[in-house]
Every structure is written in C-alpha cells, then in structure tokens.
C-alpha cells in the first residue's frame, strides 16, 4: 500500500459508488438491503457484511447525515439510566464503550475527564448523590471488563484541584468538585464514516445519494438522487435503519422524536479546559448541562431534551428557547456568563425514540422514555432498527441482522463485530509511533500517516483550510477520494465539521470546491 492511500477496499469514490449502483440494481437478488448509514444503518452493513452475506446499503443523502451526526460526541457508559433502574441498558451502554475504547476504535474513542463544580448552587445531598452515581458507574466500568488503565476512578476535588481543571468556573463559595470520567468520540461523523468504509472492505455496496422511495420484505424502489434514475433492488431481508424517518417506510412504527440542542462557542471564551464540565440543571435530580471541549478551537454545550411534533426536517432547526436554557444553566456555574452574541453556531439532533404506549400511559417528558432499541419486523417484512442511542449502535446492528438471519432463513454465522477492527484502528502503543501529528492520528488511526504524507508532498496541501482551525486541504482531498464526499457540504458538515460554525463555514465554501474540482481532474 502507498503511503498516500488507504487501506484495501475501503476507499469510497464516485467512481465506485457509479459502478456499485449499477451492480445493486441490475436486477440480481442480494441477501441483505440496509436503508439509511447512520451509525445503526453503516454498522448493520458492516455486520451483515463481516459475516459473509452480500449487502447493500443505500441512504438519501450521505453517510451520518442524520442524528449520528449530531451527538455529544459521547460514548456514554450508562450511569444515568441506573437512576432510572434500566440496568440492563446501562450494562449494555458499558460492554459497549469498552468495546469501542479497547477493540474497534481506539483511535475515535478516549477517555474523557469531567468535573462537577460543587457550587453554592449544589447542595450537599445533590453532591452526595452525584457522587454515589460516579461510584455506581465505575462499578458498571467493572462489571463491563473495561480496564481501569482505558477509565480512571472517579475522586473528589479540593477546590484549588476543581479550578485548576475548570478556570473558567466561579471561584465564590466552591467547595470544590467530583471528577468522572466517560468515552469521548473525536466525532461521531467519522465513526460512521469508518462502519462504512469498514462495510466496503467486507465487500457492502454503500451507496450515498440513492433515496429509498418503498421499502418492502424483497427490496425497494430507488432513486439516484445524483441523476433522477429509478430502478430497484431486490434482496432476500430488508433493515430499515433510517431512526426518526423509520415510520415514514415501514408500518406500525411510531416515533416519539426528542430534541437534543448543542451550542458551539469558540474555545477562548471559557479559556483552556483541561476536563469537561457536568452543570446540574436546577431543579433536576439527574440531568446536566455538559460543557465539551473539542480541541479544535471550539467548544460544545448541550443539551436539551424537548418534545418534537409534526413533520420531521432534514436539519433540525435550534429555537431560541433552548438556547437560552443552555446558556441559563452555564451562567450559573461561571465567573462570567457567555452572552447570545457569542454563541458562533448551534446545532440540533432528533432522537429516534420508540413510542410503544397507546397514548394514555405515554411519559410525560420524551426524557423519561426508555432508550431502550427495539427491532421489529411490520406485516410486509421489513425488519425496522429503532430507539437506542449512538453508544450502543454496535448492539442495535448486530440484533437486526440476527432477527433478518434468522427470520429469512439466511446462511450466515454470529456476529464477529466486537472483535473486529474498525478501518484506521490499531493498538494505542501503535497508534503512539505512529509518524504523524497526534490531532491526525485521533481522526485518523492509522491513515494518518498517509494524509500526512500527502501535505508532505504539496505544501499547498498542508495548509489549514481556515486560521486558526486545524484542518488542511489535505484533508478535504482524502475525504473526496477516499471517504465519499459527493460535494461541499459532505467536506464542511460530515467529514469535518467547520460548517457547525455558518461563518466559517463560508469562509472555506471556495476551498472545498478548489479541493473537488482538484480531486475530479486526478481522477483514471
């Protein structure tokens, strides 16, 4: 392999999904249809695809261009649904950041500190029962075999201990502070962007830009969104894996969505941050308001958990009420409050929450209803992935390709998908010699070294697309040949995220038109 190319079959190119499209629907019959590439959709591909079967995975628009790609950025390890006695989804949630943390995805997925600030505004018995909740979810660490080495204990803070993690947190009457740690995803986006090139090596045609338009148990009509084609793919079982639009394409599948709201702020205004923060909601027992460095020079705060009625939008629109929720609750825990003005972008996800009641019996708040997934199979024969959360998507996978196998009488064996590798994942010794900046080698894994070889050799490449933001051209150039960027709002909003702040995202508009067009004139 070329030190400037990616490993085996995993590149994603127009070429290849022209080619592959073709193949899916040319009429032959393959074993399994995916509907949606999410983080469910890309890893039910890959799930299928690992143990042998022959896939296709197709979405309307592009890899993670739904709720995958607006999380936390969080492998939670399931600490707050103990408070609510769901603990067989707390367990999973930590048998599956260990996986992530030690086996698939080392280089996406690290340890992440948080302090929560004992403020005047917590009282001792808020504190006591924070901490009793840090204690429990080391004990799920534990029980889950995630190595104390990959998530250190939780401990208190002295107060000079609670500033030093947390400047910006007011200093008047702190009594110091609870330090936690979880998973921390360098971006959800280039997880997904990872099941599917993973999915592709194992031989899954992914296909961005191709829209679903009837789903039934033997395949879908289709359009190519890129040229207005219609055909259709026929396969032995169909997942519909398309989270809050999953009603729109299978019956009896109702959707209760949940708006998770984040703003973005740019890192000097709250100074360095060596540890996240955990801001109590007041008035709540078990909720908070998450302050997430991101090391790019932006910083993230989130989030709601609001009711979503009517139609669902492509993009989430952020209501000024909930901006101004996050900001309430981050003033009362700074020394000076962030101001509207200088929130420089926000962004919101919906969460694909199941609705199983009958109405009467329905939870008051969306942020009572169990983030348990379900897999469930309509009268037509699609198999519907639904509910869960970003952390556990690996588990949703794996229990909607088993429901397929089994109930379309598929030859395949168990999932090997907990032990399996993700593409640019190594060991962290290796992923420590690795000869390339540390910031490529956490997007990365192991391909960091070739986009770095790839600056190395056109100055012009290694420039950062923006001042004072990180990422270079020739990032931008690998994510067009390699990770499927159809077009500029692949480059800015998925593989990178400089779209999440809109100025800077038209700032770099022409930069990543100069890369595709630099990208097409390279291309056989």
């Not at 009594?175 to 280039?190: E, F, H, P």
């Not at 148990?217 to 032995?236: N, S, V, Y």
């Amino acid at each position: 392999m070329s030190h400037t190319e990616a490993a085996p079959g995993t590149s994603l190119s127009t070429h290849r999904r022209r080619r592959e499209l073709a193949e899916a629907a040319d009429g032959r019959v393959a074993d399994v249809l995916v509907v949606g590439l999410g983080a469910t959709g890309a890893g039910a591909a890959l799930d299928a695809a690992a143990r042998g079967l022959d896939v296709v995975a197709v979405d309307a628009h592009d890899l993670a261009f739904g709720t995958s790609r607006w999380s936390s950025k969080l492998i939670h390890g399931g600490l707050r649904y103990l408070a609510s006695a769901q603990f067989d989804v707390a367990h999973e949630s930590a048998v599956e950041r260990g996986v992530l943390m030690t086996r698939t995805a080392p280089h996406l997925v690290a340890a992440q500190p948080f302090v929560l600030p004992l403020t005047p505004l917590v009282s001792r018995a808020q504190a006591s029962l924070a901490w009793a909740g840090f204690r429990a979810g080391d004990v799920l660490r534990l029980a889950a075999r995630t190595p104390r080495q990959v998530l250190p204990a939780p401990r208190r803070l002295s107060a000079t201990e609670a500033r030093h993690l947390a400047p910006s947190v007011r200093a008047a009457g702190l009594r110091g502070g609870l330090l936690s740690w979880d998973g921390k995803l360098t971006d959800d986006a280039r997880l997904v962007t990872a099941l599917a090139r993973t999915a592709a090596a194992h031989g899954a045609r992914v296909l961005t830009r191709v829209r679903a338009l009837e789903l039934t148990g033997t395949g879908a009509r289709i359009r190519d969104e890129l040229t207005g084609e219609e055909g259709e793919i026929r396969a032995r079982a169909v997942i519909n894996a398309t989270g809050v639009w999953a009603g729109t394409l299978a019956d009896g599948i109702r959707i209760r969505p949940s708006r998770g709201t984040h703003l973005v702020l740019r890192s000097e205004r709250l100074g360095i941050l060596p540890a996240g923060l955990h801001i109590p909601v007041p008035g709540e027992t078990n909720r908070f308001v998450l302050v997430l460095p991101q090391g790019d020079g932006r910083v993230y705060v989130g989030l709601t958990d609001e009711p979503v009625d009517g139609g669902i939008p492509d993009v989430p629109e952020v209501p000024e009420t909930d901006i101004g929720f996050l900001l309430d609750v981050l003033g009362s825990a700074l020394d000076i409050p962030v101001t509207r003005e200088e929130v420089v972008g926000s962004f919101a996800g919906l969460r694909p929450l199941l609705d199983t009641s009958a109405g009467t019996d329905a939870p008051a708040r969306t942020a009572d209803i169990s983030r348990r997934h379900a897999v469930v199979a309509s009268p037509d024969g699609v198999t519907t992935v639904v509910g869960g959360k970003l952390t556990t998507y690996r588990r949703m996978a794996q229990d909607a390709v088993d429901a397929v196998v089994e109930s379309r009488g598929l030859r395949a064996g168990p999932s090997p998908t907990a032990a399996l590798p993700l593409t640019g994942a190594a060991s962290p010794a290796r992923l420590r010699a690795l000869p390339a900046p540390r910031r490529l080698v956490r997007r990365y894994g192991t391909e960091a070294v070739a986009i770095h070889a790839l600056a190395a050799g056109d100055p012009a490449l290694a420039e950062p697309v923006l001042p004072g933001h990180p990422v270079t051209r020739a990032e931008l150039l690998w994510a067009v040949r390699h990770e499927g960027a159809l077009d500029e709002s692949d480059l800015l909003d998925r593989r990178t995220r400089i779209g999440l702040v809109p100025a800077d995202r038209a700032e770099v508009l022409t930069v990543a038109r100069d890369m595709l067009e630099r990208a097409a004139a390279l291309r056989p």
